[in-house]
T-cell receptor, first 116, second 115 residues
Framework: AQSVTQLGSHVSVSEGALVLLRCNYS??????LFWYVQYPNQGLQLLLK??????LVKGINGFEAEFKKSETSFHLTKPSAHMSDAAEYFC??????????????FGQGTILTVHP | DSGVTQTPKHLITATGQRVTLRCSPR?????VYWYQQSLDQGLQFLIQ???????AKGNILERFSAQQFPDLHSELNLSSLELGDSALYFC??????????????FGPGTRLTVL
């Protein structure tokens, strides 16, 4: 079985401040990890993914995430927040096989608010 | 634009009714996934099809069914609707049978409201 926990349902930062969204996963086999963003009334857009290559993954819009196996974490960061980053962010996990085959398991989501 | 299309965008219906949600995957993608997003349950995987065959099943109710047609579009059928079925239903597609690190591309969703 696999699961994802996103710490903090709401995160608020000032424009220009560091963005840190936390994600911890649980998986009995090596995971593949994703961060998706959802803007209001839209579908999910992939920000970045970890697929067992480099542990530091760079994505779109200046976001990056680091896979830390020892901490079972995959936190999302951005050095300087923009107003346009305000959205809901989802961490998701899957594996290449087993009972989780073909299935993304999502965290509960973190709503990011950016203040001017 | 992800290349995945879903129709209709909004659907309002009454309890006990049956509805069909439609999804067209990205050109060339053989896998289609259905997810339900609700306030209380979050984003949950429902079912996956690959090239017309069911490949994985999640928390899908017996009142719900899906299929993928030869042209690769998929339909999610929801019957005997209850108030709790009100949610946003997403379709996603990917090129291969399993994710294996391949990302899933999500459609804009169908918002179902059951009155």
């Amino acid at each position: 079985a696999q699961s994802v926990t996103q710490l903090g349902s709401h995160v608020s930062v000032s424009e220009g401040a560091l963005v840190l969204l936390r994600c911890n996963y649980s998986s009995s086999v090596p995971p593949y990890l994703f961060w998706y963003v959802q803007y209001p009334n839209q579908g999910l857009q992939l920000l970045l993914k970890y697929t067992s290559a480099a542990t530091l993954v760079k994505g779109i819009n200046g976001f990056e995430a680091e896979f830390k196996k020892s901490e079972t974490s995959f936190h999302l960061t951005k050095p300087s927040a923009h107003m346009s980053d305000a959205a809901e962010y989802f961490c998701a996990v899957t594996t290449a096989g087993g009972t989780s085959y073909g299935k993304l398991t999502f965290g509960q989501g973190t709503i990011l608010t950016v203040h001017p | 634009d992800s290349g995945v299309t879903q129709t209709p965008k909004h659907l309002i219906t009454a309890t006990g009714q049956r509805v069909t949600l439609r999804c067209s995957p990205r050109s060339g993608d053989l896998s289609v996934y259905w997810y339900q997003q609700s306030l209380d349950q979050g984003l949950q995987f429902l079912i996956q099809y690959y090239n017309g065959e069911e490949r994985a099943k999640g928390n899908i109710l017996e009142r719900f069914s899906a299929q993928q047609f030869p042209d690769l579009h998929s339909e999610l059928n929801l019957s005997s609707l209850e108030l709790g079925d009100s949610a946003l239903y997403f379709c996603a597609s990917s090129p291969l049978v399993g994710t294996s690190g391949n990302e899933q591309f999500f459609g804009p969703g169908t918002r179902l409201t059951v009155l």
